[in-house]
């Protein structure tokens, strides 16, 4: 089974700094997609940046960016100069192969300060 | 905004009532996928249809159910409402490459369903 864990249930930053968020992984399957949302208080779902298990290089999006780490299982999304249009829930899931529903975790709460 | 729409964004009705979700996919989409966000249950996947049938189903209660059309939009029926049907219901597509991992998923904005 796959299961997906955020540690941080909420993160506060100061507006341009950089952010970190963790997402862990477990899942048997060699081969799986990793994906982070973004979740506004309007409610809708925002997709950030996709990560593949075989992808050589650490997957990055403007002003995101993955520190995929396989070996540990771990998918940490960084945001840098981070904005106050940037507080938002972030959510971390994976699709194995051949797997059509993605599995969610449980989300961080990120409060960007001015 | 991503292309998914999603129609009412609100709803509100009573417990035993019946109710319909309808969600219109990005233009060239072929999957819709059901999702439901509560407070105690995260985001959970319900059922995704892929060009009219059925292709996987997930943690869906039998009071519920789903049906993608000739036109590809995709309704999904809760009925005999509970309190505990309260949550958000999000419609996401896909172009659902077969076996493409880099298959994303597109969400609409939800519809938040309250039950009282």
């Known amino acids: 089974a796959q299961k997906i864990t955020q540690t941080q249930p909420g993160m506060f930053v100061q507006e341009k700094e950089a952010v970190t968020l963790d997402c862990t992984y477990d899942t048997s399957d060699p081969s799986y997609g990793l994906f982070w949302y973004k979740q506004p208080s309007s409610g809708e779902m925002i997709f950030l940046i996709y990560?593949?298990?075989?992808?050589?290089q650490n997957a990055t999006e403007g002003r995101y960016s993955l520190n995929f780490q396989k070996a540990r299982k771990s998918a940490n999304l960084v945001i840098s100069a981070s904005q106050l249009g940037d507080s938002a829930m972030y959510f971390c899931?994976?699709?194995?192969?051949?797997?059509?529903?993605?599995?969610f975790g449980q989300g961080t709460r990120l409060t960007i300060n001015p | 905004d991503s292309g998914v729409t999603q129609t009412p964004k609100h709803l509100i009705t009573a417990t035993g009532q019946r109710v319909t979700l309808r969600c219109s996919p990005r233009?060239?989409?072929?999957?819709v996928y059901w999702y439901q966000q509560s407070l105690d249950q995260g985001l959970q996947f319900l059922i995704q249809?892929?060009?009219?049938?059925?292709?996987a189903k997930g943690n869906i209660l039998e009071r519920f159910s789903a049906q993608q059309f000739p036109d590809l939009h995709s309704e999904l029926n809760l009925s005999s409402l509970e309190l505990g049907d309260s949550a958000l219901y999000f419609c996401?597509?896909?172009?659902?490459?077969?076996?493409?991992?880099?298959?994303?998923?597109?969400f609409g904005p939800g519809t938040r369903l309250t039950v009282l």
């Open positions: 233009s060239g989409d072929l999957s």
């Open positions: 899931a994976m699709r194995r192969q051949g797997a059509q529903k993605l599995v």
């Open positions: 249809y892929y060009n009219g049938e059925e292709r």
């Open positions: 996401a597509s896909s172009t659902n490459i077969a076996g493409a991992l880099t298959d994303t998923q597109y």
């Open positions: 990560q593949g298990s075989y992808d050589q």
